[in-house]
């Protein structure tokens, strides 16, 4: 396959769906119950218009940012994904070597299928972690540890996942790591053999930071079981506190959706915080996060570097959150869909598809600098709450009088 003559993430998700396992594929590809707002965070990008300039000298463009201090190539982080190395084989190692070779941070998922351990020696330079605190904390605490060993130079914990939304499309795929060898399952692999292939040449088929690091964790039935009650519901304020007190490196505060929550966050000495609904895979009937991002930036001001997550696909929607006042933005589904089509080389085409979009479309607004971006970018949409009422029909307003 010749990935250079392949248009757009849009073009990878389609060739992605053909080769990942159903179960795989529809993990990424979908949302919590109605997958309203998982369908919202990508739409509602359309709301946001971008001004044309034109006459503009934009020769010399310049992508080049930092996030947390470190230099990045553009301002794309790639999120933290689960399971990763079911969507195609020791799939965290590769995304981390195409990330790292770009010049833009990788972060590790606590629920990748690749450890901590087997992702750091299979790469040339430190990656983020991120964190899910769990019920056992003397685990929690030991996941820290061994991000510290390994050299990742930032912590993302996560706050927004003390419970699972439900994805119904999990339920009915039976969706397992690694997949169950029902004759459904076995039929559907059939039709992957690329993929059956890669997985049977690999030792990653579980999840890596956790089997064999718990324990009496040590098979499928067992890990599930744990996961399921470990991820902790009692989780709030303070359990920033107790993780701060453990890690003194770069900590990023990830699943803020709220001007409140952005408040109490912004006061407690994170690094960063992310913008984020976790993808839409979480509480159903959430506020897009674009929507949210002008309303936080303005809430919480310099005290603390706001980053943008859930709902980019192209570069344009980097530039509409750049313009929104976001320091940086990270990718999670479209470059699992590089991923799943090709490998490395397909997470290669997705960067690539991004940053010619972001280009492209900045020097269209007739900037050159991607540090210089702001709302004189933007057309903004009108409030709906000052939008003028719509005209009320004679009889209706004869019945009110």
């Known amino acids: 396959m010749n990935l250079a003559k392949v248009p757009s993430i849009e073009d990878l998700r389609q060739i992605y769906e053909r080769r990942a396992p159903r179960m795989f594929y529809d993990y990424c590809d979908t949302g919590s119950y109605t997958t309203s707002t998982y369908v919202d965070n990508s739409a509602a990008f359309a709301k946001y218009k971008l001004r044309q300039r034109v006459a503009v000298n934009i020769d010399g463009r310049n992508l080049k940012t930092k996030m947390i201090g470190e230099e990045v190539s553009m301002p794309v982080a790639f999120a933290p994904i689960g399971s990763g190395g079911m969507q195609y084989a020791d799939g965290e190692i590769l995304a981390c070597r195409a990330a790292q070779k770009a010049g833009l941070p990788y972060t590790l998922s606590t629920m990748s299928i690749c ?101 009496d964790v040590g098979d499928i039935a067992s890990l599930s079981e744990w996961t399921n009650h470990q991820f902790d519901q009692t989780l ?120 010619n979009e972001l280009d492209t479309t900045m020097a269209l607004c007739g900037e050159t600098d991607i540090t210089k971006l702001g709302r004189h970018n933007l057309i903004m949409p009108i409030p709906t709450h000052i939008l003028p009422p719509p005209d009320v029909p004679a009889k209706s307003r004869k019945a009110k009088r």
């Open 115 to 215: 450890s901590i351990e087997e992702v750091a020696k299979n790469v040339d330079k430190p990656f983020w972690f991120q964190l899910y605190v769990m019920r056992d904390r003397a685990f929690s605490k030991r996941l820290v540890e061994r991000a510290k060993a390994a050299k990742c130079s930032a912590l993302v914990l996560t706050l927004d996942l003390q419970i699972l939304g439900q994805r119904h499309k999990d339920v009915k795929n039976g969706l397992s790591s690694p997949p169950k060898l029902t004759l459904p399952n076995i039929i559907n692999m059939m039709t992957k053999p690329a993929w059956c292939l890669g997985m049977l040449g690999t030792k990653n088929r579980q999840f890596g930071n956790i089997v064999g690091h718990v324990k």
């Open 236 to 355: 709030d304020w303070t359990s920033v506190d107790f993780i701060r007190k453990l890690w003194d490196g770069k900590l990023i505060l990830k699943g803020i959706n709220d001007v409140e929550d952005a408040k109490i966050a912004a006061n407690l000495g994170a690094d960063a915080i992310i913008v984020s609904n976790h993808g839409g895979r979480q509480l159903d009937g959430a506020s897009a996060t674009i929507d949210m991002l002008g309303p936080i930036i303005d809430a919480v001001g310099d005290k603390v570097e706001v980053h943008f997550d859930s709902g980019i696909r192209t570069g344009m929607d980097v530039v509409k959150a750049m313009a929104l006042g976001a320091k940086g933005t990270y990718i999670g589904r479209a470059y699992i869909y590089g991923l799943g089509a090709a490998g490395e080389a397909g997470v290669t085409r997705a960067i690539e598809i991004i940053r």
